[in-house]
C-alpha cells in the first residue's frame, strides 16, 4: 500500500513537471498576458482594471478595488467557504472535546 502511495506521488510530481514545461516564460513581452487587445479584438479585463480603477471605484488602491468591487461576489463566496469550513472545524472539535470528557467521568 505505501508502494502505491509513493507511485502516484511520483506520477503525479511527473505530470507537474511536464506541464510546467509548455508554461510561457516570464517576463516574455509577446506572451499574451501582456498583451491590450484579446484574441477576438477586445480589450482584456486586465487592462481595464488598471486604467480605470480609480475613475470606478475613488480608491487609490488598485487591490482593493479589483476584490472589493470588481470581483465583490467572488469574493465574499470564498469567505463565506472559509468561514463554514471555520465553524465545522469548531463544532467538530467541540463535539470530541464532551465525548472525552463524558469518557473520563
Known sequence: MK???VLILVLFAAVLIYAAGDLPYRGDPDNLMHAER???????????FIQNAYRDART?????VVLGDY????????????????????????RTRTIRRRLEE
Open 3 to 5: 508502494a502505491l502511495k
Open 38 to 48: 484579446s484574441i477576438t479584438n477586445t480589450q482584456v479585463k486586465g487592462s481595464y
Open 60 to 64: 487609490p488602491n488598485m487591490v482593493t
Open 71 to 94: 470581483r465583490s461576489i467572488d469574493t465574499f463566496g470564498e469567505q463565506v467557504v472559509i468561514y463554514t469550513a471555520g465553524l465545522i472545524a469548531l463544532l467538530v472539535l467541540r
